[in-house]
């Protein structure tokens, strides 16, 4: 008897999941792409003019060419290498942790690195940090590479000759010089945005020591109107902070907060009041408002698409229902100051949005993004204060900063010609400021201009001096967290091209100590212990020190400064139509301002929305793309503030119409090898009238399909097996178990399957929980798991060949209510959801039933393991993996070149990638690159297949020291949750658990008894490991369009939903 | 009748046979060469940069292993002693013998002396010393008798299947805990081996591993 599976055909009547617009369409390129295995395999490419037949030539000749030279083959002469003098504290083999943390525009990030023989290999935060929960975003899981850039800055430049360190610090008594003699005239420092309290009290003395020199900060995501209006309505040195702990109701006004604009700790506080463990009492709302999906805008409970330009007005009109209901004097008074209202927005969205906000009031809070007007973020802190949330969801802090004038008068002062010297110790102006500024010209009009930076970049192209920068992993140096918790930067290792820190440099200038010693000094502000040895060892140790947060801020708003503030609005702008779009700048997820441009990891990282990989793109919304004929792919040329630019087009779902993003930090043309050729440069646009958005610009079609866009989006499709579950808290309390028996899972016919079961009887049975209720899609655990596993880049073009290489994606579904003829587009207003989809570690795993040489095996601890040295390539496994996570190297990634192209040679190999070359390409990594490899993983080579496997290499080393620990006594125990995994460890919202399920304590376990848990494809048997907690929102219910959130497994009536008859009983042979 | 063959066939059959061994001899020298397992080298007795003889420092001296191999309890490494350590005593004994000139030059330099790696596991596999000597096995299992080895060689195969012949008995190899690093012990004339091994295993619980993660990650 035959079980045959009639998966139910797509749900046509109520909310569908879809991953892209060419699935919703289904048109027939779409359907062929799904058909292959491989989309877009190996075999069959010839888009790019290489046939079958050619690569077989290639490979033939290439195969002779090896059969001369097989001389490699033999054991070469291995040597054992000790050092000469024993090093303190290091163990060869064994990883030595540090605790450290990273410099940050919204401050420091507590980290624990892990160093092997003296090399930094990976980076985790600091669990011990009281505002930490060890998690990290994606920039500091992708530092450690920015440390071994081949690319970095490793020598002295004065006037672009070659010179030496020792001659620049002769150069830099030569300034001490002139800063005495003319009490620091004509000499200016542009730094950045830091929390260094070390820095701060250099720049203290300098201004002390010579008054007349000039301090200057510029971030391009810059903070300036934020601080004008807390600084107006409160007071200098004050920051506000959101306390997402004791909000119910947030409503962000186009705030990433959980994205581009996070704070670790909001993520970490927002997700623990999000989390359903038992009970949805104390699960927060989300209300978001934004022009395009933000990982903010994914987790919201209600979203409203909102051009850029018109959230003002947005918020205006909020505050007004705001200031109706709570009767508030001051935010009456607001209100009242203005005489139109802008667009008018849908009435039962802001009215039910406000009711909601004054209903729980001391326990809302609105956030508005960083980079609106001040007279935007008046008017929401207005309305905070009327709901009452400073003091309970929103903390006055005082935070000390040193004074600072910003670009526009370094301008005006380089343009009056007082600047004669300038120190740029951080960011990349020439690239990143204002297009309308002439930054080039300028600083080729100041005399002197002195470079402090991290890479051969635009800025150092046209500065005098260019001075290596040390990583923050190479030098000494101090940060404050976001909540002020003072945080050492620790040195892991010296500087690799003796780079010097911004520390080192006003070091110089001030005459004060330099390193260790100049930690040393302000952190006796920061203790009061009485042995101040054990207080320093201490706080290099925990990596924090403690009882050091900002204190709160005894001040109040001041009605007063508001009109003056208010006054700076002008007239609203008008509503976007297709003669006058907008155009947005945001930071974007990867490359943020563009300083992390020549990051191979994060370049080729798919943006956690848009899936995009080397490249970014003008998004748009569908009906926008309508309107203006363009497709994806298509090059446009947009007209803004008398300014033109050229770029490719994509079209986003959820994005607001007649409105385009354009990620910053693209389309750099002074950066190494891996940021060269990758998008286009949006600062082109940027002016200082509109450094967030642009409006009144038109748009015109260049050429159609110029631009290949590379996402890794359609290239898993789950034809419609609702992986993702998701409910609403009425759902829930309903049914708490509503995930669990839907679609093909309801009445299933028990499965038995004909192969025999792995023997799993060992004490430790590994298993994974994902919360997709917590998800927020960040990507950090992608990053993490690349530095963890060595796992490889393969370029653009191989990603375009669907080979990445990621042991775990996050896949990203769109859902959208059809068949609602209020809402035609639909494309255009989607909920997203995403999932991290990794090795499932199936008990009955599909993959190893069909590897013919037993390559995927099954542990006794419940580990699909996969054997490296065994695998001879026949990709069987991957073919008959359902969750297509298994990854194959199709080249050898880590030897072989895979950005450089070939010039000539092969017909029809032209501009390819060496790769190509096969055993004729150079081989061997760059010595720097070997330096990040985490030594406890294989480095696999071509031809072997690869895939996630619960980091392994961690299990190991907990049960060898539980070994080495309980030596004769033989308690071989691993503590509970001793093993985490590097997925599980990165992760900010606390979404992932790893752990042991024959612990009852453990945390999976637990999570694994709560109703909502529920596994995939349960009907096929694979009995898989990894178990996902439905996501489950909170809808308003009397908000509109409330009905359809969240409603793919539940119908309309709360019943819930099944597909056809689930199996059908065939009987071949005709007998009963 | 003139003869059918030419003469030049008579030694036809001979040329063949002498072309098939040079061709046999040429492949064989080949497979020898090329396809021979790289790891499993037992005897293989590289010359060392400093003739270091063990049975001088062990036998005759007395010293324990993990004078030089300080790590071998703790670490995946059992490292190699720093010159630091060698220096120790030579800069009294045998001070300016001419077989410890390396060592000197390499105090002298900061230079590292290259020793030649001899034992020496596919980089794949991840043999871990602690773990081992903690509970019960004893160098002398997979390195010989180093102590009495004026010139250390590779003793045994250290190939997988030997690797898996203990795993799958680790009796035949379990010893006292004070005995690990006694490279000469023998289990007392009245048990076997294989009653200390059997005894040990039930009371340490030994389990080792047999499936692939235990090795290769």
Redesign the interface.
Known sequence: MKTVFRHPPENFTGKRYWRSLEELADTPQFRTWLEREFPAGAAEMEMDGVSRRNFLRLMAASMAMAGIGLSGCRRPEAYLVPYTKSVEWLIPGKAVLYATSMPGPLGGLPLIATTYEGRPTKLEGNPLVPSSNGGTDLFAQAAVLDLYDPDRARVFLSNGKETTAQEFDKYLGGVRKQLELGKGEGIGLLLDEQFSPTRDRMLHSLNEQFPQAKFYSYEPLNFEERDLAINALFGPDVAIRPVFANADVVVSLDCDFLGSEQMLQGVRDFSRRRRVEGSVARMNRLYAVENRFTLTGGMADHRFRCAASQVPAFAFQLAKKVAGSTNDRVLGAVVAEFSETGTQFDDTWLTECANDLVARKGRSLVLVGNRFPAWVHSVVLAMNNALGAFGSTLAVLSVPRVKTGNLGALVADAKSHTLKKLFILSGNPVYTAPADLDWSGVQRSIPEVVRLGYSMDETSAEANWHVPEAHFLESWGDQRAPDGTYLPIQPMILPLFGGLSQIDVLSRLTALPNGVQAVRDTFKSFTKERDFEAAWTGFLRNGYAAQTPYEAAKVELNPNALPELLKTSGSLPGPVTPSSIEVVFPADYKVYDGRYANNAWLQELPDPITKLTWDNAVLLSKSTAKALQVDDGDVIEISASDRKLQAPVMIAPGHADYSLSLSLGYGRWVVGKIGRDTGFNAYELRTTSALYYATRATVKVIQKNGHQLVQTQNHYSMEGRALVREGTVEDYKKNPGFAKDVWMDADNPPNVSLYSHPPLNAPNQWAMSVDLNACTGCSACVVACQAENNIPVVGKEQVYNAREMHWMRIDRYFASAEGDKNNPHLEDDPEMVMQPMMCQHCENAPCETVCPVNATVHSEEGLNLMVYNRCIGTRYCSNNCPFKVRRFNFFNYNDRPILDRIEKGLPGFQGKSELYLGPLAPWGMAEISKMQKNPNVTVRSRGVMEKCTYCVQRIETAKISQRVKAGVKGDLTLPTDSVQSACQQACPSEAIVFGDLKDPTSRVSQRRTLPQNYHLLEYLNLQTRTGYLARIRNPNPKMPGAGKVGKINVDENGDQRHGLPHAENQNPGGNA | MANIFPRWTNYLPLKIVFCLLVLGGALSAFYW??LTP??M?AGYQ?IQPVPFPHDIHVTQLGMDCRYCHS?V?????S???????CMNCHTQIQANNPKLAAVRE??QS????????IH?V???A?F?H??HV???ISCVSCHGQVNHMDVVYQKEPLSMGWCLNCHRNPENNLRP?NQVFNLDWKPGSAESQEQIGLELKQ?????PPQ????C??
């Open positions: 060469y090329y790289e790891y080298r590289p790590y309890e703790v670490s995946s490494h490292n190699i002693p720093t010159t630091q350590t390499s105090w900061g230079n590292p002396v290259d020793w030649v790696k020496q596919p980089d794949f991840y871990n602690s773990v903690n509970r019960g805990i009371q340490w619980n030994i389990n499936t692939c993660e235990g290769h990650r």
